[in-house]
């Protein structure tokens, strides 16, 4: 069983969501070879927080390396397979989540009370 160490924004989106005591999974198998960094299942909500440089925030990374490009195809089509299979997707930056995670968890509890 693969278990992966927490990076620091998903520790910071981590103790919000415990501190405000919502129910979560954490590296959640969606389906074999996907799994997402959290997810809220009675609501078929997930999130993905997603680091500037490895998932390739377009604000900040205009020209890319081979490597950004790939990431971002796949990116995109791992949230289409999840899509397809009934789940709604949110993704957040690194740089929103270290600039205010009480905002990005706002978020995420506005799309479970919908």
């Given at each position: 069983?693969?278990?992966?160490v927490p990076t620091s924004i998903?520790?910071?989106?981590?103790?919000?969501?415990?501190?405000?005591?919502?129910?979560?999974?954490?590296?959640?198998?969606?389906?074999?070879?996907?799994?997402?960094?959290?997810?809220?299942?009675?609501?078929?909500?997930?999130?993905?927080?997603?680091?500037?440089?490895?998932?390739?925030?377009?604000?900040?990374?205009?020209?890319?390396?081979?490597?950004?490009?790939?990431?971002?195809?796949?990116?995109?089509?791992?949230?289409?397979?999840?899509?397809?299979?009934?789940?709604?997707?949110?993704?957040?930056?690194?740089?929103?989540?270290?600039?205010?995670v009480t905002s990005v968890v706002n978020?995420?509890?506005?799309?479970?009370?919908?």
């Amino acid at each position: 069983m693969f278990l992966a160490v927490p990076t620091s924004i998903e520790i910071k989106m981590l103790e919000e969501l415990r501190k405000r005591k919502i129910g979560f999974k954490y590296q959640y198998k969606v389906m074999d070879g996907v799994v997402a960094d959290f997810a809220f299942p009675r609501s078929r909500l997930i999130v993905e927080c997603d680091g500037d440089y490895w998932h390739v925030n377009p604000k900040k990374y205009k020209k890319l390396s081979r490597y950004q490009k790939m990431k971002r195809l796949e990116d995109k089509e791992r949230q289409e397979l999840i899509e397809m299979a009934g789940w709604k997707v949110l993704r957040f930056w690194e740089n929103e989540i270290n600039r205010d995670v009480t905002s990005v968890v706002n978020k995420i509890e506005k799309s479970l009370k919908l």
